[in-house]
């Protein structure tokens, strides 16, 4: 069956304009969760998502960032006034959780590198 | 900080070779686990051990826990080319909720 899938790969944007994310997570994953990487880094945890509803955000460095997942599927990450600092591999994973997310495996999509000019 | 952070930081073996990197974390946790990295892309699930669970093998993965110690080994036996990759562990607390905390990685290159 298909993983989690990603888009787009690559992103290069100029500072201050705004970018989306876009993630397709496992058909029947419950879970949904995004990160972020900078280069030679461990994942920095942005938000988790079960069904629909984001029981933590705690992960988003500022208001610029939000993120929503409809029908239990699909979810984006929109990053406004994009800083030079947002450049990262940002990454998402699903997981057929119902409780707590880190008792089951996490399946990682490809990510998407964005560069901020 | 980081909840679980890998030692070392980077390890250059030979093929063939069996490879250990270590993890340590700070509280408790429920499970811990280790995922692998190509690349700078998508991780990979390596294998889940719980916190009542002391060893498990996959394969030529061989994972210890001592949560006496709150760390974890990952040994790689008899190392190939392709396992050169990033490893993580990533640990799952109940006083972080429901997300993984990833360590800092280990960069593990095998030569041939």
């Known amino acids: 069956g298909a993983g989690v899938s990603q888009s787009p790969s690559n992103k290069v944007t100029e500072k201050g304009k705004d970018v989306e994310l876009r993630c397709d997570p496992i058909?029947?994953?419950?879970?949904l969760y995004w990160y972020r990487q900078s280069l030679g880094q461990g994942l920095e945890f942005l938000i988790y998502?079960?069904?629909?509803?984001?029981?933590?955000k705690s992960g988003l460095p500022s208001d610029r960032f939000s993120a929503e997942r409809t029908g239990g599927s699909v979810s984006t990450l929109t990053i406004q006034r994009t800083q030079q600092e947002d450049s990262a591999v940002y990454l998402c994973?699903?997981?057929?959780?119902?409780?707590?997310?880190?008792?089951?495996?996490?399946?990682f999509g490809p990510g998407t590198r964005l560069t901020v000019t | 900080s980081q909840q679980g952070e890998e030692d070392p930081q980077a390890l250059s073996i030979q093929e063939g070779e069996n490879a250990t990197m270590n993890c340590s974390y700070k509280?408790?946790?429920?499970?811990l686990q280790w995922y692998r990295q190509n690349s700078g892309r998508g991780l990979v699930h390596l294998i889940l051990?719980?916190?009542?669970?002391r060893e498990k093998h996959s394969g030529r993965l061989r994972v210890t826990l001592d949560t006496s110690k709150k760390s974890s080994s990952l040994l790689i036996t008899a190392s190939r080319a392709a396992d050169t990759a990033s490893y993580f562990c990533?640990?799952?607390?109940?006083?972080?909720?429901?997300?993984?905390?990833f360590g800092a990685g280990t960069i593990l290159r095998v030569k041939s």
């Open positions: 509280t408790s946790i429920n499970n």
């Open positions: 990533a640990t799952d607390t109940v006083e972080y909720g429901n997300k993984l905390v």
């Open positions: 994973a699903s997981s057929p959780s119902s409780g707590a997310g880190g008792s089951y495996e996490q399946y």
């Open positions: 051990i719980r916190s009542n669970e």
């Open positions: 998502f079960q069904g629909n509803s984001a029981p933590d």
């Open positions: 058909s029947g994953h419950t879970a």
